[in-house]
């Protein structure tokens, strides 16, 4: 490895087992030479498997806190500080998640409580994590905080539905708080627009092994896996990215920047059916 977080601390939020990017996150910033405390809600982590991850760190701490609830901030970035010896350098909030999608409300018909529940959790969550830790004092001048989102901020994905719309709050809360952050304290805030990963979160996505393939097939690097996001988010956390702030760079093979791909346009020419084709097989159009 390259040492590029000797020295550093982070907070990594959201970690639950290991096909989380969040988990992959921390084995990496640990690999790269720094220390960690690891968060989840007390809930996820009785039902997940940190404990185990933190052995494998040699975390300083596995703190409980819900990422909504200012107290339960107020007291993670005051003993992760304690855990750590000294101020954050890196912080990874991989927190999301749609009620509206797991009680398969569609977008015409959310409900707008868990539409609330959806904003705070996957977005507003960031801000209040960002505000308390700037009033405590807790992020080292010249860190780094990081959120993950998705390309649907910018663009309509069926299935996708209010999970859309929180990750395009996320990445608003990315550029107006990097501002302040930048300014006043030289801390860069940036998104990372990760391809569909498979995850537990990511598994709860209608369709959503349909998405993997398409985006699989319009990228020409293909998808970006779990693993290869955590090494983008060292570069982040790392020194080499000082002056990269209030961005949301898409990490996804070059997804974000395709019409069709070779590969998607043979794949929706055999969709045809025979009526739809002359005598010599070729596909009749309009």
């Known amino acids: 490895m390259y040492n590029l977080l000797k020295g550093k601390k982070g907070i990594i939020f959201g970690a639950l ?8 996150v921390a084995e990496r910033a640990v690999e790269e030479g720094a220390e960690i405390v690891l968060t989840n809600t007390a809930v996820a982590i009785r039902m997940g498997t940190l404990d185990e991850l ?15 609830s200012v107290e339960d901030l107020e007291n993670l970035f005051t003993e992760a500080q304690k855990a750590l010896g000294g101020k954050i350098d890196f912080v990874l909030h991989s927190c999301a998640m749609s009620v509206n999608m ?3 409300r569609t977008y015409d018909d959310l409900d707008y409580g868990f539409l609330d529940k959806t ?5 507003v969550s960031f801000h209040k994590m960002m505000q308390v830790a700037k009033k405590l004092d807790a992020i080292a001048e010249g860190g780094s905080i990081l959120a993950l989102t ?18 395009a709050l996320l990445e608003s809360i990315t550029r107006s708080f990097g501002y302040i952050y930048g300014r006043e304290k030289q801390v860069r805030v940036n ?19 349909g998405m993997l393939d398409f985006a699989d097939r319009m990228s020409p690097l293909g998808n970006a896996s779990a693993d290869d996001c955590a090494d983008y988010c060292i570069t982040l956390f790392s020194d080499l990215t000082k002056k990269v702030t209030m961005q949301t760079l898409f990490h ?18 055999k969709s045809f059916i025979p009526e739809n084709t002359d005598e010599n097989g070729k596909i009749i159009y309009g």
């Open 54 to 68: 933190a052995k494998t760190t040699h975390a300083a701490a596995v703190i409980p806190a819900d990422a909504t």
């Open 191 to 209: 998104c990372i627009s990760q391809s569909p990963t498979l995850t537990t979160a990511g598994g709860g996505i209608k369709g959503f092994d």
């Open 102 to 104: 797991r009680k398969k």
């Open 17 to 24: 087992n290991d096909q989380s990017i969040a988990w992959k």
């Open 150 to 167: 998705y390309v649907a901020s910018h663009r309509t994905f069926f299935g996708y539905n209010d999970m859309a719309d929180a990750k």
């Open 119 to 123: 904003l705070d959790i996957s977005a």
């Open 252 to 269: 996804d093979g070059g997804f974000s920047n395709m019409g069709m791909s070779l590969r998607g346009m043979e794949q929706y020419n």
